[in-house]
């Protein structure tokens, strides 16, 4: 689900051929994305976001605001050219179609699972779901290849891209060969985020697709 999730969240910036200046570590890469996991707590963007398709061509444009706080949560709001909400809440992913008056809800886990996304609120062990393929320097940013060990995640790999210690871009690519670039703007790490973004309340009127979970609490 994660490629209007990631097309509600996938990504080129031509992914760079591999014959760019290979950085010959791998653990300098592990090391750039284990540090983006461990010492981002919170972090708010601008993005803009392109959908390219097998050929080329590019299907759609789309950006909006990129808000994470770890543990486990992130909200991705398109604004252009339409108005899309993509939170999870620890518990729950809600996916909010603002024109349709719709939203889907899931289990973040199970919606998640084998995902990029994990890299958005996840902790260091969402490390172990993915293999490193390199690193390599173009265009002034550090960028680490990985794909993922699952074979039922729904793409086939990612590339991430660093301007020294910060989250520049982001590349997906899908098992449909559809490429998603992500380009982040404006962003502002470790800095207070309200809780209140990452919940989602239902508005009235709004037609709800799915059964969220809830937490079970024992009574004595």
């Keep these: 689900m994660l490629i209007r999730t990631i097309a509600a969240l996938t990504i080129l910036t031509g992914i760079a051929p591999l014959a760019v200046a290979e950085t010959s570590s791998l653990h300098a890469g592990r090391a750039l994305v284990s540090e983006f996991i461990t010492g981002v707590s919170t972090l708010s963007s601008r993005f803009e976001q392109t959908l390219i398709d097998a050929s080329g061509e590019v299907l759609e444009v789309t950006s909006g605001t990129l808000e994470i706080k770890r543990p486990g949560q992130f909200r991705w709001a398109y604004d252009e050219p339409y108005e899309q909400w993509l939170i999870a809440d620890g518990l729950n992913l809600w996916i909010y179609d603002v024109d349709l008056a719709q939203v889907t809800v899931k289990p973040q886990a199970q919606a998640l699972a084998n995902t990029p996304a994990l890299l958005l609120g996840g902790s260091a062990s969402v490390l172990d779901q993915f293999e490193y393929d390199g690193s390599y320097e173009d265009g002034g940013l550090t960028w680490v290849r990985m794909s993922p060990i699952s074979t039922d995640s729904g793409f086939k790999r990612m590339e991430l891209a660093f301007s020294g210690r910060m989250l520049a871009r982001m590349v997906f690519i899908d098992n449909l060969e559809q490429t998603t670039l ?3 703007s404006d962003a502002v790490i470790n800095e207070e985020i ?3 973004h990452f919940e989602f309340i239902v ?9 969220p979970a809830v937490v079970e609490i024992d009574v004595p």
């Design 194 to 196: 309200d809780s209140a």
């Design 203 to 211: 508005p009235e009127g709004v037609d709800v697709v799915g059964t």
């Design 182 to 184: 992500v380009s982040l």
